[in-house]
């Protein structure tokens, strides 16, 4: 989405615990890196708008119900009401509800103002890297032309590869450089655990062995982090796509990563919480790092961690214009990996942190919004994709007409995510090119190949398949 350009590589306090003790570490880890903290009138009325938004999107889902009545009625004769029921939620009312939170929940948005940081605090950078050789060395020469006003400390562990990976680390001589050799493969987890224990500040990051540093996006990410409301333990940086030109699959997710995840990134952590402060590029506590134990062993390492975070009471939010390009997929059938990674990572978040969903913060609408991923996911593979065959055919049981109302709230939505995404190129001086392929593709056929990729990652982690470092 963007003209990379040469050389350069996110209310209220949250709520407190019953205990003082607990009030007090939020404190001490705020103090470590912001002088200053103090309530702030632009977040007061966040959970106003919470309801507002709520209340606009319930109603939408209610109208929407009541004009799929017949819909509904013609469906049940079919297949019966069960089904009738299901597969309309799913299809239509659902998701209509999810787009106008959300369509709402953007017009709403104001980014908290930055405060001023007199002496940047010192951070480390963990960079875990397996089979790299063609970009590590550009990864880690982007964070020297950073310039960030405080000391650094990047660690790359190479996890055992069997490319020249270590070599390429090795060759570059920083004085903020340090090369871990793991010399076994022993997964992501593992890598970056180990890098953890040689930490030397109190704010750590992870990056990613392919991605670039856009400028000033060590000092946004920090300043996000040190800006946001006490409590605030984690921030995830923007990703985008770095290798967007390569090939139709790349212009694709192009439009995936510039309107889709940034805008829902966003509008969590509007409500106070980030769900995946992706190991792509975010900065952590290092204290709480190593209060949740560190990354888990599992495929989806980063969603898992991000809602231990979540469940200890912390905020985790989002910075917009600490940009990072990384690689994505080049075929299909590594964006079909990649998806199955994802999804496999969501059951894991669940399994591990399923009290998350009885907790009383805003952030907990979506918890139970990820919760009917799996529902929505499987009502499209098994009943819409089916129905899309049957209209062609002149059977509109699943998809017809009606299903055409969908698209004004769709437009909608893609107009409020490209005004509030182009703001913030602008502001980063970076250009938006034309990709009108990509996204018409992104738009009419990119839930066709990702929705039932994500089902098959869901009977993987159901039956407990192989785990391995795969496509992020």
């Not at 989405?1 to 209220?12: H, L, N, R, V």
């Not at 606009?56 to 029921?85: C, E, H, K, P």
């Not at 967007?244 to 829902?264: C, M, P």
């Amino acid at each position: 989405m963007a003209e990379f350009p040469t050389g350069t590589s996110q209310a209220t306090v949250v709520r407190r615990t019953a205990t003082s003790v607990r009030r007090e570490r939020l404190r001490t880890l705020s103090r470590a890196t912001s002088a200053v903290f103090g309530r702030r009138t632009l977040y007061l009325s966040t959970r106003i708008k919470f309801f507002v938004n709520l209340l606009v999107a319930a109603a939408w889902a209610v109208i929407s119900y009541r004009l799929a009545g017949r819909w509904i009625a013609d469906l049940t004769v079919v297949v019966g009401s069960v089904i009738a029921q299901t597969a309309i939620l799913s299809i239509a009312i659902i998701p209509g509800f999810m787009n106008a939170f959300m369509a709402c929940g953007l017009l709403l948005d104001r980014r908290p103002l930055r405060r001023r940081i007199e002496t940047y605090p010192n951070i480390s950078i963990i960079i875990a890297a397996y089979n790299e050789q063609d970009s590590i060395a550009s990864t880690i020469e982007s964070i020297a032309q950073q310039n960030y006003p405080g000391a650094l400390d990047v660690i790359v562990v190479d996890d055992g590869s069997t490319d020249n990976t270590l070599r390429e680390s090795q060759r570059l001589n920083y004085p903020w450089l340090r090369v871990l050799d793991l010399q076994q493969n022993g997964g992501k987890s593992k890598a970056l655990n180990r890098a953890l224990t040689l930490v030397r500040y109190p704010l750590t990051i992870t990056l990613d062995a392919d991605s670039l540093l856009h400028r000033d996006a060590l000092a946004n990410l920090v300043g996000r982090l040190v800006s946001d409301p006490i409590g605030t333990a984690a921030v995830a940086g923007a990703v985008l796509v770095r290798n967007s030109r390569l090939n139709f699959v790349t212009k694709v997710q192009e439009w995936d990563y510039f309107h889709g995840i940034a805008a829902v990134k966003r509008l969590q952590s509007f409500y106070h919480g980030t769900l995946v402060a992706q190991g792509a590029f975010s900065i952590y506590r290092t204290a709480v790092l190593h209060e949740v134990g560190g990354w888990p062993d599992c495929v989806g390492e980063d969603i898992v961690l991000t809602w231990a975070i979540l469940r200890r009471g912390y905020r985790v939010g989002f910075a917009e214009d600490a940009v990072a390009f990384t690689n994505v997929p080049v075929t299909i059938m590594q964006l079909i990996r990649q998806r199955q990674r994802w999804s496999r990572g969501l059951i894991e978040a669940f399994r591990h942190h399923w009290p998350l969903l009885f907790h009383l913060r805003m952030t907990t609408l979506f918890i139970w919004w990820n919760l009917t991923f799996p529902i929505l996911d499987l009502t499209f593979t098994f009943l819409f994709i089916p129905g899309i065959v049957l209209a062609l055919a002149g059977v509109y049981w699943l998809a017809g007409p009606m299903t055409l109302l969908v698209l004004p709230l769709a437009t909608l939505i893609n107009q409020l995510m490209y005004r509030i995404q182009s703001g913030m190129f602008v502001a980063q001086r970076l250009k938006v090119r034309r990709n009108p392929i990509g996204f018409l593709a992104y738009v009419l056929l990119y839930s066709f190949v990702l929705q039932p990729a994500c089902v098959i990652g869901y009977f993987k982690e159901l039956l407990g398949m192989r785990k391995l470092w795969g496509t992020k």
